[in-house]
């Protein structure tokens, strides 16, 4: 008997475009014959199912359950596809496990702290996770462009603490446009992150979970055609990106050894992807994502092609695991 999958996508962010083409990506690829896709996306107002004929049908919350035509459509499982808040940050993977439905992905805590970079760093730094330099503000505080220039050093970035995609992200050349990328980056959240430029080699590598085995993926050597690694670069084709990586085969098992560690560190299931750069030999760890995109062109599909995995492999094995857990 085929299982009823529900595939949630949209979600209340900027990403809310890219998670409604990975979702699509997600329907497409499930294998027919083992499951019936639903593509429902939920933002703000609702949270609804369309139907092939632009037919709408609204979630019922209490138990995340669809009425059409009478009939009341139950689901064995929901894959998550939203990239931001809700679907990233740990408030869709409270709900799921208060109403007992299994969702992909990782746990509402592992989602939390990994979608709150100032708070994942430093969770990692005792372990000798190296990051950054960093300087943390909240809205409202006072702070000192002369402090975080002598801390940090220029060009440095200004990023919105909580947020994917690059979205709230601005590398600074001087002094005095600082305030202008803080205020800007406090309109996409309320806490900030503000890092020393690292010049060097960056890299994107995913760590899943398949097939009940913790598995590295080929790493992505990034190469921005803009100033660094944006939504321009990460959506709009500004960049170059190579699977696998141009490293020495020392520097590659060192990388994949360290992103292992941290997604077992961080109690990680399901996909992830992290972000590395390389200074001189060493590596910095940026960030990691929970839910990251997967339409064919995405970073982490890329690497499970060349790993040998077919996007209906690597969505299958994720939604049974989380159906057998």
């Not at 499930?30 to 709408?56: A, C, F, H, S």
């Not at 990051?131 to 000192?144: Q, T, V």
């Not at 919105?160 to 202008?180: C, R």
Request: glycine share 8%.
């Amino acid at each position: 008997m085929k299982k009823n999958i529900a595939v949630i996508m949209g979600g209340f962010s900027g990403e809310a475009e890219v998670s409604l083409k990975s979702g699509s990506v997600v329907a497409a690829h499930l294998n027919k014959e083992k499951y019936t896709p639903y593509l429902i996306r939920i933002d703000k107002v609702r949270w609804v199912y369309t139907d092939e004929q632009g037919n709408e049908y609204d979630i019922d919350k209490n138990d995340f359950s669809l009425t059409i035509k009478g009939e009341k459509i139950k689901f064995a499982a929901v894959f998550n596809a939203i990239h931001g808040t809700p679907g990233e940050d740990g408030y869709l993977q409270a709900y799921f496990k208060l109403i007992g439905l299994p969702l992909t992905g990782c746990s509402m805590y592992a989602s939390a702290l990994t979608f709150n970079k100032r708070d994942m760093l430093s969770v990692l730094k005792p372990f000798g996770i190296l990051s950054a330099p960093s300087y943390y503000l909240n809205k409202g505080e006072d702070y000192n462009t002369a402090d975080i220039v002598a801390k940090l050093g220029l060009p440095c970035f200004v990023k919105a603490n909580k947020s994917g995609s690059s979205l709230g992200t601005y590398k600074v050349y001087d002094e005095d446009k600082i305030p202008e990328a803080i205020e800007k980056a406090f309109q996409v959240d309320d806490e900030i992150l503000i890092e020393g430029f690292l010049n060097g080699t960056e890299v994107s590598i995913g760590v899943i979970n398949y097939k009940g085995e913790t598995k590295v993926l080929p790493m992505t050597e990034i190469i921005s055609e803009n100033d660094f690694f944006d939504y321009e670069a990460k959506y709009l084709g500004k960049s170059k990106e190579i699977t696998p990586a141009r490293l020495s085969p020392e520097m590659t098992d060192k990388i994949n050894t360290l992103a292992e560690r941290v997604y077992r560190l961080l109690k990680m299931e399901g996909f992830s992807r992290s972000e590395f750069i390389i200074v001189d030999d060493t590596p910095y760890l940026l960030e990691m994502n929970t839910t990251p995109g997967l339409t064919e062109t995405s970073l982490l599909p890329q690497q499970a092609k060349v790993a040998g995995i077919s996007l209906e492999a690597l969505f299958e094995s994720e939604i049974e695991r989380v159906i057998n857990k």
